[in-house]
């Protein structure tokens, strides 16, 4: 009688329902809910990856968004004295019992205005030509700060306009002035759509800028369609029609 040649401790290696040598079971290499296996923890989650890589791009965003906002806010103190200097001032004159406008066919109130309207579009067009220079890649965020930055320091350049100005109490620099004396109104902000001017300009720069100097997309290739030969053109590589 021949002994057998294979130990009965060892399986053939012709046997179809052996276990794999790798095996090690639920939880071991390779597999489900092991090291290298789906749900490991040594498992690559590509999705987790982008998603981590999209939140920090968004935190980095917001905060180039936020600087700009803050500087193009501070730029508003420069807007408000140059309106100071250069809005004309309108002339008053009292009689000791009324104020009245020194020149009545004047247009020094409506000047103001104008005045404070083409330094903001001003404002906002160097405002958005300078993010555009260092910021060329841009992103719905820097455009917000942007248009934020400009209301701000619209409002910031009124008040600070008026404060800075003539005195907002007429009655008593008319009677400090005294009776005939010809002095200056207090600095106003007639058309409040005037703060729009800066944003309004910054946004329509930018736009324009990005649109003509703005990096392109690269344009798709165009791929072998499937079942098709290259340079065929058509899908599936057929035949002309007609053939």
């Known amino acids: 009688m021949t002994a057998p040649l294979t130990p009965p401790h060892q399986p053939s290696s012709n046997d179809p329902w052996q276990t794999p040598p790798n095996w090690g079971g639920p939880g071991g290499p390779g597999r489900p809910g092991g090291p290298g296996g789906p749900g490991g923890s040594g498992a690559y989650h590509p999705g987790t990856l982008l998603e981590a890589q999209q939140e920090k791009d968004l935190r980095?965003?917001?905060?180039?968004a936020?600087?700009?906002t803050a500087l193009v806010t501070l730029s508003g103190i420069a807007l408000g004295l140059l309106w100071l200097w250069l809005a004309p001032r309108v002339p008053l004159v009292s009689d000791s019992t009324a104020v009245f406008l020194s020149d009545s066919e004047g247009e020094e109130a409506?000047?103001?205005d104008g005045t404070f309207v083409l330094l903001a579009l001003?404002?906002?067009?160097l405002s958005a030509a300078l993010l555009f220079w260092f910021q060329r890649r841009g992103g719905i965020a820097l455009v917000v700060g942007l248009a934020l930055g400009g209301l701000l320091g619209s409002l910031l350049a009124?008040?600070?306009g008026v404060w800075l100005g003539p005195t907002q109490d007429v009655v008593a620099h008319a009677r400090a002035?005294?009776?005939?004396?010809?002095f200056d109104a207090p600095l106003q902000l007639r058309a409040k759509g005037a703060l729009l001017a800066w944003p309004l300009g910054a946004m329509a720069v930018h736009l324009g800028l990005t649109a003509l100097f703005g990096p392109r997309d690269p344009e798709p290739e165009w791929g072998v369609f499937p079942g098709g030969a290259p340079g065929s053109g058509a899908a599936g590589g057929g035949a002309p029609v007609g053939s």
């Open 66 to 68: 936020a600087i700009v």
């Open 177 to 182: 002035v005294g009776k005939g004396v010809v």
């Open 60 to 64: 980095s965003d917001l905060r180039r």
């Open 110 to 112: 409506i000047g103001a």
């Open 122 to 125: 001003a404002f906002g067009a």
């Open 158 to 160: 009124w008040r600070l």
